[in-house]
C-alpha cells in the first residue's frame, strides 16, 4: 500500500516512522525546516525502544505521492483545507484520505475536495511530543479507531491491519461520530486549561481549582453533544476527563506544545467549534467560549 501522511507534526511523524516499516509511506509537508532535517537526517522516533531514524521520503510536492492509496490527514485543522487539495492531488482514482486529526468538521473539508465516497473519519488516542522538527517521541499509546462504510469494509479491514503491523492498536468503529464527540469533550477541558495554566495534564486533577474548571469545561461541552444527539462513550464526561489525565500524568497536551513554540492553536475546532454547535442547538456555552477567546487572546500575545 502506498501511503501519503500528510504533515510533519507530532502525529504525522509518529504515524508516518511507523508505517514506513510495513508499507510504502512518503510524507508531505509545508515544513521547511522539517523536510531539511529529514532528508538529511531520517524521520527520528524516540520511543521505550530507544531513538531510531527512519529514511521516509518527504517533499512539499503533493505530485510527488501520487498515486497513492490512502492519504493519512495529520495537520492542525486549520490546514486542512490546504491538505484537501494535496490529498485531492495525491490519491490515486480509487484512493482514499482518513483524517485521525483533533475537532470538528475535518472530514467535511476532505468530502468537498475528494468526495464523500472517498473521506473517512477516524480518531486516534496515540500521544507524541514533538521534540524538533523531523524528531518525535512516542508520549503514549492509545487506540486507533477507522469509521465504517459499507461499500469499502474490505479496504478499511486492509488499512486497519496494516496500523496494527505498524504497532497501532486500530479497530474499525461503526459509531466514529460519538468517539470523535468523546475525544472533543475531553480535549475542550484538558487543552486549553494545560495551555493557560502552562501545566502537564496531571496538575489539572491535582489541585481542586483546576479540577473544578476542567469539570465545568466538559460538563458544559457533554451537554452540548447531548443536544445535538451525540451519545457519549462514557457516562460522565468529568470523570472520564479526571482519568485521562492521571493515565497521561507527564504528556503536554498539543495545545500546550503550540503555545510554547508560539504557534497557532486548534482552539477554533475545539471549543470554538462546540461553542457554534451550541449556537446552533439554542444552547449558551459560556465556559467553552470564555476558553476559546482566552487562548486566542494568548496566541494574539505569543505572535504580537
Known amino acids: 500500500m502506498r ?18 516499516s510495513v508499507a510504502s509511506v512518503i510524507m508531505l509537508s509545508r515544513w521547511a525546516e522539517a523536510i531539511a532535517e529529514i532528508k538529511a537526517q531520517g524521520l527520528r522516533l524516540v520511543d521505550a525502544e530507544g531513538e531510531r531514524a527512519h529514511l521516509v521520503p518527504i517533499s512539499s510536492d503533493s505530485s510527488a505521492a501520487a498515486p497513492a492509496d490512502l492519504a493519512l490527514v495529520l495537520v492542525k485543522s486549520y490546514d486542512t483545507a490546504h491538505a484537501a487539495e494535496w490529498a485531492a492531488t495525491a490519491l490515486a482514482p480509487t484512493g482514499l484520505a482518513l483524517t485521525l486529526q483533533n475537532g470538528l468538521g475535518n472530514a467535511e473539508i476532505l468530502a468537498a475536495m475528494v468526495g464523500l465516497h472517498r473521506t473517512v473519519q477516524g480518531v486516534t488516542s496515540e500521544g ?11 508520549a503514549g499509546s492509545g487506540v486507533t479507531s477507522v469509521g465504517t462504510k459499507p461499500d469499502l469494509t474490505a479496504r478499511l479491514e486492509e488499512i486497519a491491519a ?24 475531553i ?38 453533544a447531548g443536544k445535538v444527539g451525540i451519545p457519549l462513550p462514557y457516562p460522565d464526561a468529568g470523570t472520564r476527563a479526571e482519568e485521562v489525565c492521571r ?12 503555545v510554547r513554540r508560539g504557534s497557532r492553536t486548534e482552539i477554533d475546532a475545539i471549543n470554538g467549534a462546540l461553542v457554534s454547535a451550541a449556537a446552533a442547538a439554542g444552547l449558551a456555552a459560556p465556559v467553552n467560549r470564555l476558553l476559546w477567546h482566552l487562548v486566542r487572546a494568548r496566541e494574539g500575545r505569543l505572535r504580537a
Not at 166 to 181: E, I, N
Not at 207 to 221: G, I, Q, Y
Not at 247 to 258: C, R
Open 247 to 258: 493515565a497521561t500524568a507527564a504528556n503536554l497536551s498539543s495545545m500546550l506544545q503550540d
Open 162 to 185: 496494516l496500523f496494527r503491523q505498524a504497532g497501532f492498536a486500530t479497530d474499525l468503529s461503526d459509531r466514529v461520530d460519538s468517539l470523535v464527540w468523546g475525544k472533543l469533550v
Open 187 to 224: 480535549s475542550a477541558g484538558i487543552n486549553p486549561l494545560t495551555a493557560l495554566l502552562d501545566v502537564p495534564n496531571s496538575a489539572l486533577v491535582e489541585d481542586d481549582a483546576a479540577r473544578a474548571a476542567l469539570r465545568l469545561a466538559v460538563d458544559e461541552a457533554a451537554a452540548i
Open 128 to 138: 507524541a511530543t514533538l521534540l524538533g522538527p523531523g524528531r518525535v517521541r512516542h
Open 3 to 20: 501511503i501519503a501522511v500528510v504533515g510533519a507534526g507530532a502525529l504525522g511523524s509518529l504515524f508516518a516512522a511507523r508505517l514506513a
